[in-house]
């Protein structure tokens, strides 16, 4: 019976760990660089927040109250666009009410993750996943963030003739 309880617990165990989100981190910020580009290049803005309300599944994102712009535009309070099913098993970033926090916006349609556009209601935005929320949650890595935010601003566009 102890061997049938023990097998079944493992099963829950690997099953569990299947489904959990997985992220690798670079060492040092300056190490982060690449990743910092690859997530600012569809951005809109980079801003410190408010969690005014959490998100519940099937309903709307939380809402957000805008209290600096780091880099970019932004309104002064927003939802984030979430899809179906968000979860920190699929790496979504979740959030509580209260919590302040540093968030890459990105428009719905342009997040660097899957997410559902058609479910997002105007005027609501994406933001990072749980996998780059380093990218802003230290101030040396956030630095470098906005540095490769800026620089993103100063490129001309490709394709652009003048």
């Known amino acids: ?18 489904l959990a989100c997985s992220c690798l981190r670079p060492g040092t910020p300056e190490q982060s660089r690449s990743h910092a580009r690859e997530a600012v290049k569809r951005a809109v ?9 959490e998100y519940r599944p099937g309903g709307p994102g939380e ?9 970019g535009e932004s309104p002064a309070e ?7 099913f968000a979860s ?3 790496c979504d970033l979740l959030l509580g009410a209260g919590q302040r926090k540093v ?4 428009d719905p349609g342009d997040a660097p993750h899957r997410l559902d556009d058609r479910r997002a209601p105007a005027g609501s935005y994406a933001i990072q996943s749980s996998c ?7 101030d040396e890595f956030l630095a470098v963030t906005l540095d490769e935010a800026r620089r993103r ?8 003739r003048g």
């Not at 803005?45 to 309300?53: D, G, M």
């Not at 809402?63 to 880099?71: F, G, N, P």
């Not at 927003?78 to 179906?84: C, D, F, H, S, Y």
């Not at 780059?132 to 230290?138: N, P, R, T």
Request: no cysteine; glycine share 8%.
């Open 153 to 160: 601003e100063a490129l001309p566009v490709t394709g652009e």
């Open 103 to 106: 968030l890459i916006l990105y």
């Open 88 to 90: 920190g098993a699929s």
């Open 45 to 53: 803005a980079i801003v410190q927040a408010e969690v005014l309300s």
């Open 132 to 138: 780059s929320d380093y990218l802003v949650s230290e």
């Open 63 to 71: 809402r957000v109250r805008v209290d600096k712009v780091l880099w």
């Open 78 to 84: 927003l939802r984030i666009a979430r899809g179906e």
């Open 1 to 18: 019976m102890r061997k049938a309880i023990a097998g079944l617990l493992l099963i829950l165990a690997a099953e569990g760990t299947a």
